[in-house]
């Protein structure tokens, strides 16, 4: 910093003050000065050393895992709006149980960053009262928590109206003219939970008996739907049109389907939720409904950034009629 304030003409304060990210009280013309300079110079801020005089940086995505396609998307509109407003973007893989989650919440504490950005889905399958400890413990220290997803804690949170996509979803499938509904969905996960509250209203709203729709659940996987699937299939009165909770789910139910020689949609409707990459390219393709996660990541790095705001966003959906319910 030091060699950037000497070739620029300008004072280590004043230097500093620009390089840190508070340039006020320096003329714009000197602050272009020292920002040119210190690109030419290859100046790279020290983050330990701001964390060690408390200064913060970053913000970080936490997800249970990364590799999917819904997370992959968020972390790319976070990264590419932080990009914009100056802001390092880094994600976290916080691992499938309580003390993984617990251990990496403590490592990310000790960095100091701005910001965490929890999806509620890396939740699921731990002790989630321990790990909202943690988040608690953080926030108190000066890291600001953001959501993307449902949940029911204190916490500002980019959201899809889950309950309404469902609705949706199950208002589209009632025009199809089948008798025998199913619902495939995953205890714990908040997302689909809540997008089953909506199936199950919209079919009821749309004259199906609520207490004649089969619903199965399992881990939110291929294997999993794949495993419900079958479970429908080997019951007496098999379902000719399935929602699932995702595509994933649906995915899995749709090798289940072909597995007992049967086809979508000619013997058996199927739609999903999310709309990932694949879903346009299965055969048959998918119905699903698509849910921006990239505009999703970037709310939440703005969410994020404005400490002062305590209100959630709430982002539109859009259904996406395919192959897997037509004819």
């Not at 330990?48 to 999917?68: E, F, H």
């Not at 976070?78 to 914009?84: H, L, N, Q, S, V």
């Not at 004649?212 to 379902?239: D, F, H, M, Q």
């Not at 694949?278 to 505009?295: E, H, W």
Request: aromatic share 2%.
């Amino acid at each position: 910093m030091r060699d950037v304030a000497e070739v620029a003409g300008v004072s280590p304060s004043t230097a500093s003050r620009v390089l840190n990210g508070d340039g006020r009280g320096v003329r714009e013309e000197l602050r272009i000065r020292v920002l040119a300079v210190a690109d030419a110079l290859g100046y790279v801020s020290n983050q330990a050393a701001r964390a060690l005089r408390g200064r913060r940086s970053g913000v970080v995505l936490l997800a249970s895992d990364p590799r999917t396609a819904s997370i992959a998307a968020m972390a790319a509109g976070m990264e590419e709006a932080g990009r914009e407003r100056g802001v390092a973007v880094s994600i976290t893989a916080v691992g499938p149980d309580t003390e993984a989650h617990l251990a990496a919440l403590r490592i990310l504490r000790g960095l100091r960053p701005i910001a965490l950005v929890v999806t509620s889905a890396s939740f699921v399958g731990t002790e989630s009262t321990r790990i909202l400890q943690e988040l608690e413990a953080a926030e108190r220290e000066g890291v600001h928590i953001v959501f993307i997803g449902e949940h029911d804690y204190a916490f500002p949170s980019v959201r899809f109206d889950d309950v309404a996509i469902g609705h949706a979803v199950a208002a589209h499938m009632a025009t199809l003219g089948r008798a025998r509904p199913a619902v495939l969905t995953s205890q714990g996960h908040p997302a689909v939970e809540a997008r089953t509250r909506g199936f199950l209203a919209g079919l009821g709203a749309a004259g199906y008996d609520a207490a004649s729709i089969a619903v199965e659940s399992s881990p939110v996987t291929r294997a999993g739907g794949n495993a419900s699937t079958g479970r429908l299939l080997r019951r007496r009165e098999k379902p000719d049109m399935i929602l699932a909770g995702n595509d994933l789910l649906a995915i899995g139910a749709l090798h289940a389907l072909r597995d007992a020689g049967l086809e979508a949609p000619r013997d058996v409707a199927l739609s999903g939720v999310d709309d990932i990459p694949i879903a346009r390219d299965l055969t048959p393709s998918l119905t699903t409904v698509s849910l921006p996660f990239d505009d999703a990541g970037r709310a939440a790095l703005a969410l994020a950034l404005d400490t002062s705001n305590r209100s959630d966003i709430h982002l539109d959906s859009t259904i996406v009629v395919r192959e897997s319910t037509r004819g």
